[in-house]
């Protein structure tokens, strides 16, 4: 697609239960990273995935949080046992070979109940 | 009008008149900065980039000005119009792929 996709766009969810969040990245990026943004906040590092290398975890909040990148393209984030704190939007962003600037989705705003 | 980065997170401006939104970032072995504009229910837009190398630089109507010395970025918009409203976000590379973002500064332009 023409930018970085994002979904779902909303998602609630009851304290507890287990969310993915999708993130299609632009077409021909190898390196995709997952954001939070909570309420009025600036953008919180999660993860970073480059090409086949081992992804930069240092950002997740806790084992709770994991995320998978399938054949260098579609990623997904995977937060078990929700709990409220967890409520923000997320954010992927990608980036091209050779660049710099990363390119964000529109998010998805998770509100855990 | 104008923002002092933390301190005054919010920024008032009235239509036709020039911003300055400011930024103090942390690391002096930073080498790349980005400008991102943030709208309500969307994800950050990129507005504009400079490299350590350069001190200024311009776009449409944005110019990018960086003093390494104190560790400063500033965005100034000229003639500010009601679609400039939003979250200005200044990014700094703190190492070869990772971003670290300031708070954010929200601009509101007044008709």
């Known amino acids: 697609g023409a930018g970085v996709s994002q979904s779902p766009s909303n998602k609630v969810t009851e304290k507890g239960k287990d969310v993915e969040l999708r993130c299609d990245p632009i077409?021909?990026?190898?390196?995709l990273y997952w954001y939070r943004q909570s309420l009025g906040q600036g953008l919180e590092f999660l993860i970073y995935f480059q090409g086949n290398s081992a992804p930069d975890k240092s950002g997740l909040p806790s084992d709770r949080f994991s995320a998978e990148r399938t054949g260098g393209s579609v990623s997904t984030l995977t937060i078990q046992r929700t709990q409220q704190e967890d409520s923000a939007v997320y954010l992927c962003?990608?980036?091209?070979?050779?660049?710099?600037?990363?390119?964000f989705g529109p998010g998805t705003r998770l509100t855990v109940l | 009008g104008e923002s002092v980065g933390l301190h005054l997170p919010t920024l008032s401006v009235q239509e036709g008149d020039n911003s300055i939104i400011n930024c103090a970032y942390s690391n002096s072995a930073s080498d790349y900065f980005i400008w991102y504009k943030q709208e309500s229910g969307k994800g950050p837009q990129f507005i504009i980039d400079i490299r350590s190398n350069m001190d200024k630089r311009q776009g449409q109507r944005v110019t990018v000005l960086l003093n390494k010395t104190v560790k400063h970025l500033s965005l100034q918009i000229a003639a500010t119009q009601p679609g400039d409203s939003a979250v200005y976000f200044c990014a700094e590379n703190t190492n070869d792929y990772k971003l670290s973002f300031g708070a954010g500064t929200t601009v509101t332009v007044r008709a």
């Open positions: 077409s021909g990026h190898t390196a």
């Open positions: 962003a990608s980036t091209g070979p050779s660049a710099d600037t990363q390119y």
